[in-house]
C-alpha cells in the first residue's frame, strides 16, 4: 500500500496521510500493523465507525478514516509528533515491502 504524510496540523494533532485507497482498509492494516510493534491489541470502541485504537499505546493514538478527511493518525499529545512520525514512517515501508512481496508471490 501506498502511504504518505501530507501534512501534521500544528493545533490539534492531526497527521493526514494519503493513501491509494479512498476507503478504511489502509487504516486498518496500518493500525494492525503498529499494534503489532507495541504488543497491543486493535480496538475498535465504535460499532460501525472506522476508528481504531491500540491497547495499551503509550502515544494513545487514535486511526480514523472519513470520506471527508481520509486517512488520519490523531495524536494525543503533540509532544509525540516526532516519535509518533517514525514509527508511522517505519510501518507505511513496511507496509509497503509486504505489499511488494505479495505481489511477488503471485506472479
Not at 30 to 56: H, R, T
Request: proline letters at 3%; a negative charge; charged letters at 35%.
Amino acid at each position: 500500500m501506498y502511504y504518505k504524510i501530507n501534512m501534521v496540523t500544528e493545533e490539534d494533532g492531526w497527521i493526514v496521510i494519503d493513501t491509494d485507497d479512498r476507503d478504511s482498509e489502509p487504516v486498518k492494516a496500518l493500525c494492525a500493523s503498529v499494534a503489532q510493534e507495541l504488543g497491543g491489541e486493535m480496538i475498535q470502541p465504535y460499532d460501525g465507525d472506522a476508528q481504531f485504537m491500540i491497547k495499551n499505546d503509550p502515544y494513545k493514538l487514535i486511526f480514523q478514516y472519513d470520506h471527508m478527511f481520509g486517512t488520519v493518525v490523531i495524536l494525543d499529545k503533540l509532544d509525540d509528533k516526532d516519535e509518533v512520525i517514525k514509527l508511522l514512517q517505519r510501518h507505511f515501508d513496511k507496509l509497503k515491502d509486504k505489499r511488494l512481496n505479495q505481489k511477488g508471490e503471485s506472479v
